[in-house]
């Protein structure tokens, strides 16, 4: 994978700024355009910054939109390409049958419950660790869950960001 300098992500046009972040938040390339304003970035901090502003600045009900944009873990439905790489680091495109099956039911009572889909920031996890987690935070009020879900959604928009641009 090749990396930016934070100076040539400050001297991208917005078409291709949307280009190269448009994925950064899941479905949701309306905050790298939101992000794109906070251009030219001084340093790796303040383009990550950029974007965690963007995703401050939304209203309850599209904070919630983009919680619900989020992929369930180890579904095989469309999702963003950094998804797909996130979730195979951890080995949830390649389960045995009992993660699987508690992750799966895990996920559907996690929705039920919360109304949106249990989001970690998976790299660098193990699956125990992932199904750990959604055990953990399953019991917790919808409340709790949202702060965190989107504490999570940060992290993961952080470390992507990382992923493709150089300090």
């Known amino acids: 994978m090749s990396t ?4 040539e992500v400050s001297s991208l046009d917005r078409g291709a700024f949307l280009q190269a972040f448009g994925e950064v938040y899941e479905d949701s390339p309306q905050l790298a355009d939101a992000a794109f304003g906070s ?8 383009l990550v910054d950029g974007f965690h ?3 401050h600045a939304l209203d309850d009900e599209a904070r919630l939109a983009l919680l619900r944009a ?8 469309p999702m963003a390409d950094a998804s797909i790489d996130e979730q195979r680091s951890v ?3 390649r389960m045995d049958d009992d993660v699987a099956r508690r992750l799966a039911a895990g996920n559907a009572d996690y929705v039920e419950r919360h109304g949106f889909p ?3 920031a998976v790299r660098g996890r193990t699956q125990a660790e992932v199904l ?3 055990e953990r935070r399953l019991p917790r009020s919808t409340e709790e869950e949202a702060d965190e879900a989107f504490a999570q959604v940060q992290e993961i928009a952080a470390l992507r ?5 150089s300090p």
């Open 118 to 120: 249990f989001i970690i």
């Open 39 to 46: 251009a030219p970035f001084a340093d790796l901090d303040a």
């Open 161 to 165: 960001i990382r992923r493709l641009v």
């Open 4 to 7: 930016w300098s934070v100076a």
């Open 132 to 134: 750990d987690e959604l």
């Open 91 to 93: 080995g949830l495109d």
């Open 53 to 55: 502003a963007a995703a």
């Open 70 to 77: 989020h992929p369930q873990l180890g579904a095989r439905r």
